[in-house]
């Protein structure tokens, strides 16, 4: 039976699943059946992000991704539970679930994160699912993109949906909040790149006593200032989840001179279920399921 949270008497006994972006819909669902059937934050994250990461129509999360300038589809994944225990994965070729494998890393290893091929031999050891990458559509336009000669570090367009993390927050009826956050990163980036996705304290952290907060946008802004954890801390210094997503996108603005094309938001989920997001620029949504039904966010 899971532990209930210290704060169990003053929280309201009610599941609640929040993910970024459009695709966060589907993932909320099946997060939602676990947590429905009396299930624990950390199954419900890790099951709903899994949705997104098998989609071959996604370009941002998994198998469908787009790959790095060298036409290596690399992924990078983690996640959190209600103890402070995380496990990371980045850099990871050919592997369906990378979230899974994460969880892995947190469960089985004394590591927290794993790269590259080390993770990669980690999975297959360990028996995950293996997958062929890219995808013919994917190469396709790869090939294309090589061909035509285009700048390799070229910014994503702002809220384009191919260059977007999953990140996912759940409430159990326990009252603990776990996190997830999965991605194929900037499409054509420079091999090796690594963002803010699978780093702990950038791109999601979750701590049980204050909230969570997952990251996505433009990695490497995220961690120039440790942003989930940023949210979070900001929760813990009495802010409301909305005004802590907030202070951190300002924060964000204040480190650049020019913050043209720079898209990054955050969501954030405190103990008691209140729930708040904000971005660089408008258009950053997100999926938010409760006990009245699901709805898109913007």
């Known amino acids: 039976m899971p532990k209930e949270h210290p704060k169990a008497k003053l929280i309201k006994r009610s599941n ?17 059946k676990v947590l429905s059937d009396g299930g624990k934050s950390i199954d419900a994250v890790e099951a709903g992000v899994k949705v997104t990461e098998a989609d071959i129509t996604n370009r941002s999360v998994g198998i469908g991704g787009r790959p790095d300038r060298e036409g290596h589809v690399t992924l990078d994944a983690c996640i959190m539970d209600e103890n402070s225990k995380c496990g990371s994965v980045a850099c990871i070729e050919g592997i369906k679930h990378p979230i899974s494998v994460a969880r892995a890393v947190m469960e ?12 990669r031999d980690f999975a297959i050891e360990q028996g995950f699912e293996k997958y062929k990458t890219p995808i013919k559509e994917v190469k396709k336009d790869w090939k294309e993109w090589k061909k035509e000669n285009k700048e390799l570090l ?6 384009h949906e191919n260059h977007d993390t999953i990140g996912m927050l759940a409430l159990d009826e326990f009252g603990n909040i776990s996190g997830s956050c999965t991605t194929s990163g900037w499409a054509y ?6 963002g803010d996705s ?12 204050v909230g969570g907060a997952c990251a996505t946008g433009m990695g490497e802004a995220i961690i120039r200032i440790a942003g989930s954890h ?30 043209t094309g720079l898209q990054c938001g955050f969501i954030a989920m405190d ?12 258009g950053f949504n997100y999926a938010l399921q409760k006990e009245d039904g699901k709805n898109l966010m913007v």
């Open 189 to 194: 980036k420079m091999h090796g790149r690594v």
């Open 230 to 259: 940023t949210v979070v801390e900001l929760m813990r210094q009495g802010k409301s989840p909305q005004d802590a997503c907030r202070l951190a996108v300002e924060r964000i603005i204040s480190k650049h001179d020019d913050v």
């Open 108 to 119: 089985r290893t004394p590591h927290v994160m794993l790269v590259g091929e080390g993770a």
């Open 198 to 209: 699978p780093i702990i304290g950038a791109g999601l952290f979750v701590d049980n006593e």
């Open 154 to 159: 070229k910014k994503p367009r702002i809220n």
């Open 16 to 32: 609640i699943v929040i993910s970024t972006w459009s695709h966060g819909i589907k993932a909320n669902e099946e997060a939602w």
């Open 271 to 282: 103990v008691f279920g209140r729930v708040g997001s904000y971005s660089v620029y408008s």
